[in-house]
């Protein structure tokens, strides 16, 4: 049909036609909502780079995700500042370790919210590398071992999900087979199948305290420049036993999240919308710039519109308010 038998317009004329053919529906249940776990008690660290984020204590973690369980938002994601470093990252596989200790803080206060742990070892390592490093090399095949620890002690701790974010090859299946060897065949895994080496990092790794201390991750994460290598690393992590794949950053890499989608229709796809698309925003918006919430309902509904079924977002408290408004 053409102009002027066909005229899109009429649909857009107002509000209530505009929602019965809307395509694309944000919901509360898209969310994940990440926390940053630190020592002590009554600690709330501002994240000066993250207006509005902090590095919490057990105590107000628990605080925080019990308002975030109240909005509606079905998950949080934790990542742990840990009291001590080693060149093995011991503190990320303790029993005792600050990601364990809030995990069960969390399953105690909110059995229902879903936990999930974020498995790497950059934040624990005093190199700030996702694995072991011999050499000033970080070595794949020495790393897994304990990167499957770490998701183990989670699983130990309450765990609902784990979520190895660290790049090394094989470590999707080192992980499943650690999990079921004890008894935690039901625990899923999220992988961050596609996660390339990206500057929009800069303020998750000041919020962590992760940025490595020699060099950069370019040998295990992902060259941005490439499309075909993403695909393939979520299709060796689907067939590692990935329950989710996760592409990272989302906003720079929405031709990957829609070609994801449609080359894995069966397998749940998540996007992480991570710490430098929030602290762009933010910061434009506190100049007065744009209006904060329409560019994130329209940035979150692009990234859900591309193909993710499970969108990571600092923006998820205010999304859930602003949702239900």
């Known amino acids: 049909m053409l102009f002027p038998d066909y005229r899109p317009r009429r649909m857009r004329q107002n509000e209530a036609f505009r929602r019965m053919i809307r395509e694309t529906h944000l919901s509360v249940d898209d969310l994940i909502l990440p926390l940053f776990a630190i020592g002590g008690k009554k600690v709330q660290n501002p994240i000066a780079s993250m207006p509005g984020h902090f590095q919490l204590s057990v105590d107000n973690l628990v605080k925080t ?3 975030a369980h109240a909005l509606g938002i079905p998950a949080v994601i934790l ?4 009291d001590r470093k080693d060149p093995l990252g011991t503190a990320a596989y303790a029993a005792d370790g600050i990601v364990q200790r809030a995990t069960r803080a969390l399953k105690d206060a909110l059995p229902e919210l879903a936990v999930i742990t974020d498995v790497c070892l950059c934040q624990y390592t005093d190199h700030g590398h996702c694995g072991c490093v011999e050499n000033a090399c970080v070595e794949n095949d020495a790393s897994l071992d304990l990167i499957a620890r770490t998701a183990l002690s989670h699983a130990k701790a309450g765990a609902d999900m784990v979520a190895p974010s660290d790049m ?3 470590r999707v299946a080192e992980i499943r087979e650690a999990l079921d060897e004890d008894n935690f065949s039901h625990v899923p895994i999220m992988a961050y199948s596609a996660k390339y080496c990206s500057a929009y990092y800069g303020p998750f790794r000041t919020a962590a305290d992760s940025a490595p201390k020699f060099g950069d991750r370019r040998t295990y ?3 941005p420049a490439n499309f075909e290598e993403a695909l393939r690393e979520v299709e060796l992590d689907i067939e590692q036993g990935a329950d989710i794949v996760m592409v990272k950053p989302a906003l720079a890499y929405l031709d990957i999240i829609r070609t994801a989608r449609d080359r894995f229709p069966g397998v749940p796809l998540a996007a992480y919308n991570v710490s430098g698309e929030y602290s762009m925003t933010k910061a434009a918006a506190r100049q007065g710039w744009l209006d904060e ?12 519109r591309a193909g993710a079924d499970i ?3 600092y923006w ?3 999304v859930a308010r602003w949702l239900g408004a």
Request: charged fraction near 25%; hydrophobic fraction near 45%.
């Open 221 to 223: 994460q992902m060259d």
């Open 316 to 318: 998820a408290k205010d």
């Open 79 to 82: 990542f742990g500042v840990p």
């Open 168 to 170: 090394m090859d094989g």
């Open 311 to 313: 969108i990571l977002t």
């Open 65 to 67: 995700a019990r308002e």
């Open 293 to 304: 919430q329409r560019v994130v309902l329209e940035t979150l509904t692009a990234i859900h």
